[in-house]
């Protein structure tokens, strides 16, 4: 896993008077966490950050240096600006090396299901994301998973299936359906009933935070969101 490290300046400005921050090309951020005294108000390079976000996920361990001070942080929550895309605020849990926490790893399905090439089948993903426990520095960028064992309709990969890495716990249940093998909906069948099945199973996809989905706090929530 690629490892980041951003520069980050205190600040003092803080509600709407954080634009400033932003005129000049800085994001404000927050750090927090149990590891730390206080929330700590900082200001990042945009440009920086966004270059780090856009190969990162939600649980990449990414390192804050402020005034010297060196801490390692995963992304917790972020916000955009919905007009010009750009980075308006970020939330970073700082994390203790030697003490595990909890993040979600994305899903990405890879290779070609024979179901779908001979079939005419569907891959419907039931879970874009699996929630694991670790220490930081150990934590998977995300859990690749080979469908090309998915031949008839009906086939599917659970959780109990996946690679994991023997310092890493999966919390999700090992029964649980990760993607399984459909038929596809004919013309007849199409219609609320099968447009409420499609709307049920979002496609899978990186969970990196640049691509604008959140995530859930670990174990804190940030008290200083501006």
């Excluded at 700590?40 to 270059?51: F, G």
């Excluded at 996920?57 to 007009?83: A, N, Q």
């Excluded at 890879?110 to 929630?131: H, Q």
Aim: aromatic share 4%; charged share 25%; net charge negative.
């Amino acid at each position: 896993m690629e490892r980041f490290t951003l520069k980050a300046s205190r600040r003092t400005l803080t509600g709407k008077k954080v634009s400033q921050l932003r005129e000049k090309g800085l994001t404000p951020a927050i750090l927090y966490g149990r590891s730390i005294k206080e929330p700590i108000p900082v200001s990042i390079d945009r440009i920086e950050l966004s270059k780090a976000l856009r190969k990162s996920t939600y649980s990449s361990l990414i390192t804050i240096s402020v005034e010297g001070e060196e801490h390692p942080t995963l992304v917790r929550d972020f916000e955009f600006d919905k007009i010009q895309g750009n980075l308006t605020h970020v939330d970073f849990l700082v994390v203790s090396l030697t003490e595990k926490v909890r993040a979600e790893v994305s899903v990405i399905l890879d290779g070609k299901a024979p179901v779908v090439a001979n079939s005419g089948g569907l891959l419907v993903t039931n879970m874009e994301r699996i929630e694991v426990e670790s220490l930081p520095q150990d934590l998977p960028q995300h859990f690749i998973i080979d469908v090309s064992s998915l031949v008839d309709f009906g086939d599917a990969i659970h959780v109990r299936d996946l690679n994991v890495p023997a310092n890493v716990t999966v919390l999700a249940d090992a029964d649980e359906l990760i993607v399984v093998a459909a038929a596809p909906v004919s013309e007849a069948e199409e219609g609320p009933q099968a447009a409420a099945a499609a709307g049920a199973a979002p496609a899978a996809g990186a969970a990196a935070p640049a691509a604008g989905e959140a995530a859930p706090a670990a174990d804190a929530k940030s008290a200083d969101k501006k």
